[in-house]
């Protein structure tokens, strides 16, 4: 028996960090994992939202913010994509294969979480959703966990504190909106929630309860799910702005030709969740989200958009001048 979960570890260990190796691949896997384990709704919604953060890293070596961003502010915003999108990935990942195991099995191994570090209040509710089947709660607490888990290798630490949490360039973002989760459809619409506030833990959970409502309890469900099937995931922008702006040219480049693969390390993983975290509140429901045509980012996006380069000229225009 002991032999057999060492073996079950070593797999899902090997598994990880195979597909952890970038963007691309985080993002291929969550959507194939909900495929099989439709009943894990997180997957879906992480693989989305890891689409997001290909958008921001291809913008990064796009036409437009190199002109606006010094090389090395683009470096390090970067790495703060990557290393948070890499903690969620090699901490969640070990967990929804935990589960398919147990649904093979037909019997729960949450007891092997603690040899990949998983929290133990991940433990408690993958029990509890053995037993109840709760979809949202399950998918709740995963967003809650994530959160925990890059807040203080990302969010508090002092390298990414120092040179992008406390630089104008994101301040300037937080506050202008310019950063958004953004879910494309096939007709040109776009469907998603600016975030801002983002190193409050709170304010990310409930960005992410957002989310779900808009990606499984509205309208524009089908129409999500269908275009994420479609539209391979290549980390440029030019994967739905193509839908937005038809004959549009590409202004942001391909994931896998422009970034290397970042070696990572794991080396604090001290459970978050301690008797003084008050996991509870983050159940309570969201409020209801804005009027549905407000989700409707299309013409907000655009003008954002517009903003970005119309600043980008003027601050190049004043320079010259």
């Known amino acids: 028996m002991v032999q057999h979960n060492e073996d079950i570890i070593q797999h899902i260990l090997k598994r990880t960090n195979s597909q952890n190796r970038d963007n691309i691949s985080r993002t291929v ?44 502010t683009r470096k390090h915003l970067f790495l703060t994509y990557e290393r948070a999108n890499w903690l969620i990935f090699q901490d969640a990942y070990p967990q929804l294969l ?12 949450f007891h092997l979480l603690r040899f990949f570090g998983v929290s133990t209040f991940m433990v408690q509710e993958w029990e509890r959703f053995w037993k109840e089947k709760d979809l949202k709660r399950i998918c709740t607490s995963l967003i809650i966990n994530e959160q925990h888990v890059i807040e203080k290798p990302v969010i508090e ?8 949490f406390s630089k104008v360039p994101f301040l300037l973002q937080d506050y202008m909106h310019f950063s958004t989760v953004l879910f494309p459809v096939e007709s040109g619409e ?20 957002k989310l779900y409502t808009i990606l499984f309890e509205s309208e524009w469900s089908e129409e999500i799910l269908s275009f994420a099937d479609k539209v391979t995931h290549t980390g440029s922008r030019h994967d739905f702005e193509t839908y937005i702006y038809p004959g549009k040219k590409r202004e942001t480049p391909f994931l896998r030709m422009t970034f290397p693969i970042i070696e990572h390390h794991r080396s604090n993983t001290k459970d978050w969740y301690q008797k003084k975290v008050n996991t509870e509140k983050f159940y309570e429901p969201i409020e209801p989200i804005e009027p549905l045509h407000r989700v409707v ?10 903003q970005l380069k119309i600043g980008i000229l003027l601050k190049e225009w004043m320079l010259h001048a």
């Open 29 to 72: 896997s969550y959507a194939t994992y909900f495929k099989h384990n439709p009943e894990v709704r997180w997957a879906m919604l992480a693989s989305l939202v890891s689409r997001n953060a290909g958008y921001s890293m291809c913008d990064l070596k796009g036409d437009w913010l190199p002109r606006l961003l010094s090389r090395d």
């Open 98 to 109: 935990i589960y398919e195991y147990s649904k093979k099995q037909e019997e729960p191994y």
């Open 157 to 164: 630490d002092g390298f990414y504190k120092k040179r992008i």
């Open 190 to 209: 776009v469907i998603g929630i600016s975030v801002h506030g983002f190193k409050k833990t709170k304010n990310r959970i409930e960005t992410g309860k």
């Open 297 to 306: 980012l299309t013409d907000w996006y655009k003008q954002k958009q517009r």
